[in-house]
């Protein structure tokens, strides 16, 4: 059994910054790419930004130049920092991550999801 938990959403004024992280637990044997989706309600997820084991990175052109993601593999997380926040940046974040477990079973797994809004 393996798990993604979430923290550091919440309320922020554009323009500023907020840092999302993501840990995973569990029956770990590696992780391969990991990534951070948005969604609003009653819309499709939306991927954000993606990150291999090796630290290669991907964005959304929506995103590029104002967020990073990150990864630290000793703790199995990651991270994103968003920053020059904007009020269309208001989605619930979810993190998702494919892992390998010591069973060998290969799981895509997402967290629980932490609302990011940005007021005006």
């Known amino acids: 059994q393996v798990q993604l938990v979430e923290s550091g959403g919440g309320l922020v004024q554009a323009g500023g910054s907020l840092r999302l992280s993501c840990a995973a637990s569990?029956?770990?044997?590696?992780?391969?790419?990991m990534a951070w989706y948005r969604q609003a309600p009653g819309k499709e997820r939306a991927l954000v930004a993606t990150?291999?084991?090796?630290?290669?990175?991907n964005y959304a052109d929506s995103v590029k130049g104002r967020f990073t993601i990150s990864r630290d593999n000793a703790k199995n997380t990651v991270y994103l920092q968003m920053n020059s926040l904007k009020p269309e940046d208001t989605f619930v974040y979810y993190c998702?991550?494919?892992?390998?477990?010591?069973?060998?079973?290969?799981?895509?797994?997402w967290g629980q999801g932490t609302l990011v809004t940005v007021s005006s």
């Open positions: 998702n991550a494919v892992i390998r477990t010591y069973f060998q079973s290969v799981l895509e797994v």
């Open positions: 990150i291999t084991s090796g630290g290669s990175t």
């Open positions: 569990g029956s770990i044997f590696s992780i391969n790419v």
